[in-house]
C-alpha cells in the first residue's frame, strides 16, 4: 500500500504558474504508474496527466496539452504537475493518484490508491 499527499495549491491569476507535488510513501515508488486528475463543483473527477514508472512515458488531456507537465523523481518517491499558462476553467481540486497496472491508466477507476487532493483557484 502506498501514501500520498499533495501540495503546492493554491490561488493564482489567469496566466500564472503553480507546480504541485505529490509526496509518497509506503511501498516501494516505482513499482507504481501515477497520475493527476482533478475535480470542479458539480462535475466529475477528470484525467489531467498521467505517467509512467520510468517517467519516459506521459499523457495529457487535450485540454491542459502544451500548458501542463508531469514528471517524478524515483529517487525522493514524488511526482510533480507543473501548471503554466493557467485558465479560470483549471480551478479545481487537483489529486494524485496510484496504480499498479501494467499500463498508465487515464480513468480514475483504473487507479487503486488516491490523495486528499490539494485546491487550486485561478482567477481572472
Known amino acids: 500500500q502506498v501514501q500520498l499527499v499533495e501540495s503546492g495549491g493554491g490561488l493564482v491569476q489567469a496566466g500564472g504558474s503553480l507546480r504541485l507535488t505529490c509526496a509518497t510513501s509506503?511501498?516501494?515508488?516505482?513499482?507504481?504508474?501515477m497520475g493527476w486528475f482533478r475535480q470542479a463543483p458539480g462535475k466529475e473527477r477528470e484525467f489531467v496527466a498521467a505517467i509512467s514508472r520510468s517517467g519516459l512515458g506521459t499523457h495529457y488531456a487535450d485540454s491542459v496539452k502544451g500548458r501542463f507537465t508531469i514528471s517524478r523523481d524515483n529517487a525522493k518517491n514524488t511526482v510533480y504537475l507543473q501548471m503554466d499558462s493557467l485558465k479560470p476553467e483549471d480551478t479545481a481540486v487537483y489529486y494524485c493518484a496510484a496504480d499498479q497496472g501494467v499500463v498508465v491508466p487515464q480513468t480514475p477507476d483504473e487507479y487503486d490508491y488516491w490523495g486528499q487532493g490539494t485546491q487550486v483557484t485561478v482567477s481572472s
Open positions: 509506503g511501498r516501494t515508488f516505482t513499482i507504481y504508474q
